[in-house]
Every structure is written in C-alpha cells, then in structure tokens.
C-alpha cells in the first residue's frame, strides 16, 4: 500500500498547513509509514566541521566571506585524525566532515589525503559522508575513490527565483551550477542528500510543498533540512520581523519532515542541529515526525564557537564518554532503537 502512496502538490500543501491540534495525526501516519518500510532504527553521525572558511556569500549564513566579525580556521589533517579516533573510542561509527566552501586544488588533495588516512586508521570501519559543498566533478570522484561514500550538498530553495534573493547572483553562486553538481555526486555513485531551509524570508508554503517534490523527483537518499534562523551579522537580517516565530519554523520544519517521509517512505532523513537551537527536545521532535538520524557536532568547542552559521548554535559536548548512552536511552523512551553497529545506509540507494 505505502509503496504506492500518492500526493499531489496541493495535498502537500494543505499537509504543511495542518494545525497543532491535528499534527499527532500527520506525525504518526508519517512514523507508521517509517515503521512499515525501514523500521524503528536510528542512526548516529558525527559532524565535523573542519573549516569555516568559506568563498561565498550566503546572504543567511554566519560564515559568509564578508563577515569579517570572526576569526577564521583550519584543522590540520592530524587534528581531524585525532577527533576521528576520539569519536571511534566513544562508539561513533558514522562521521560527517562539513566546511566552508573552499574549491581549490590544495583542498582537493588535503580532504582526498585526508580520507585515505581516516580509511587506514579505522580500518575503514569509519562511515564517511561528505558536505563540502561545490566541487568539480573530479574532485567529487577522487573523493569519492578514496573512500567517501555519501554527500549532502543542500538545495537550500529549490525555487530558483527564492534562490537567488537568499544568495547574490553571480557566476559563484549559481543554482544550475548546484543542480549539475547534484548529479555528478549522482553519476559518481555517492548516496547522495539535499535539503532545504524552512522558514526563510519570501518563503511560501508552495514553496515548500515545491521543495518536497524536488527531493522526490531527484530521487534523493538522504535529506537533511531545518528551521532557518537569523544571524545578527547576514543580509537577511533586515527580514527578521516578517518571519514566523521560531517555534513555528520548529512546527514547520517537523511537517516537511513527515511529509516528506509520506512521499519518499525509505529514505534517510536527519534531525537538522537548527531544530535543536530553538529546541533542546529538537532531535526527538524529528524522529517522532519520521526521521532517522541524527548527527550530534563534534567539533571542537574552540572552534565550534568560530562556527556560528547562524546565532544561538547549539554548544554541547558530545564526546563525553556517557553522552551516546543517554542518547539511547532518550531515544528509546520514544520507541525507537539506536543501532551503532551498523552503518545505516539509505535503504532507498540500496534498492
Ligand atoms: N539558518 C539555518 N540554516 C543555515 N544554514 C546556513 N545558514 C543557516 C541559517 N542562518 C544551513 C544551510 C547549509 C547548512 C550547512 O547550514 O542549509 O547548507
């Protein structure tokens, strides 16, 4: 019955409108759904953000090139090979490297060199997915050959026009341009995810209903979107009072979530760190509105802080040596089962 589970455009968006007193309805069916396809398992990623060096300019987003009111870092590979053993020791067995966007051929050879050795040192029982923005096609393959397996490279809006008043418009920030990167990542064989804001400026509930479709057409296998938030020191600041409240992104953010697990029933589908900046709870929220996976930051505290992609990030420690186990426990209390052992692969890429 599920696989054959059709929604219009329309329906979509009468789903993102559903009130608070109807949501329960809407979470469980999109639970029941992820129950009855890839079950009750959750799966952890580690998110390392190497660098917050970044050559665009986001008009939302904290790291932006033009902001200069921060100091700008770099780990070395053997700091990251340090972390990644670390995590390793503290049960992780899936990690996510992030960065600014940083093309050059430097890059390239440090992040491939950069792969190889994580392979080695964890005898490659260390999953690895890669965010790390726009690349060329042969960089995205020798990442890829050395032993990357998935990439999550955000649409952000899948509406060129909304598009284009989040990101300026230019050569360097081109949305065909992000389009033919998602399908290199494709043609590589990455699993490859996308995702979007919720909650931006212009934004319209078509917009959002849009971006679900988007995902489903490009037939996505993992996707990782949250709640937009305001970052003092970003262009999109002056917007700020026509926004819906932060709770209701929140609400919002859990709604894509479900619908989005109605239209793509075996995907993996991860609890955003920005759900988790309006709300402790966030992660929970996620997974009982049909997500998957989590992807607690692991990131050094002293360059965390340098990492604020938008303001009140989250600051938590998540390396400590009972912080996984506490994990489990809360995600048991909403019955659901947290598996390290396995790599939790999208069961959609491997269909
Ligand atoms: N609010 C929410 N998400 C943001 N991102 C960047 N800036 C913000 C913000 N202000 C998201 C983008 C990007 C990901 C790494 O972080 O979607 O792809």
């Known amino acids: 019955m599920f696989d054959n589970f059709k929604i219009s455009r329309e329906l979509l968006i009468e ?36 660098s917050n060096i970044c050559s665009k300019d986001c008009y939302y987003c904290g790291i932006r090139k033009s902001n200069p009111n921060f100091s700008r870092y770099e780990m070395s590979n053997e700091e990251v090979l340090e972390l990644v053993q670390i995590a390793q020791n503290a049960g992780y067995t899936s990690i996510v490297l992030q960065s600014g966007e940083i093309s050059n051929d430097t890059f390239s050879d440090k992040i491939e060199n950069l792969i190889k050795s994580i392979s080695k040192t964890t005898d490659s029982r260390m999953r690895l997915t890669l965010s790390l923005g726009e690349q060329s096609k042969d960089t995205y393959k020798r990442w890829f050959d050395a032993g990357a397996n998935r990439y999550l490279l955000r649409i952000e809006s899948s509406n060129p026009d909304l598009y284009y008043k989040i990101h300026p418009q230019n050569k360097k920030h081109n949305f065909e341009n992000r389009l033919e990167c998602l399908s290199y990542l494709k043609q590589i064989g990455y699993q490859v995810g996308t995702g979007v804001m919720i909650g931006l400026p212009f934004q319209t509930y078509e917009d959002l209903a849009d971006d679900l479709l988007f995902m489903r057409d490009l037939d996505i296998d993992m996707c990782g979107m949250g709640p937009y938030l305001e970052h003092i020191d970003t262009p999109l600041f002056q917007y700020k009072d026509t926004l819906f409240k932060q709770d209701e992104r929140l609400f919002l953010a859990q709604k894509m979530i ?15 760190t920005s759900l988790q900046a309006i709300n402790p709870n966030g992660k929970l929220l ?60 999208s069961f959609h890429f491997n269909k």
């Open 15 to 50: 789903l993102l409108k559903t009130p608070l007193e109807a949501a329960d309805l809407l979470f469980n069916f999109a639970n029941e759904t992820k129950f009855r396809t890839i079950g009750n398992n959750v799966h952890i990623r580690g998110i390392i953000e190497l």
């Open 258 to 272: 479900a619908a989005l697990r109605l239209i793509m029933p075996d995907i993996n589908i991860a609890a955003a």
């Open 286 to 345: 996620a997974i009982s509105s049909g997500g998957n996976i989590i992807m607690p930051n692991i990131t050094p505290k002293k360059y965390r802080e340098e990492y604020r992609i938008y303001d009140n990030k989250p600051m938590n420690n998540n390396l400590t040596n009972n912080f996984l186990d506490e994990l489990v426990k809360d995600i048991h209390s909403i019955n659901h089962e947290i598996v390290l052992s396995e790599w939790g692969d």
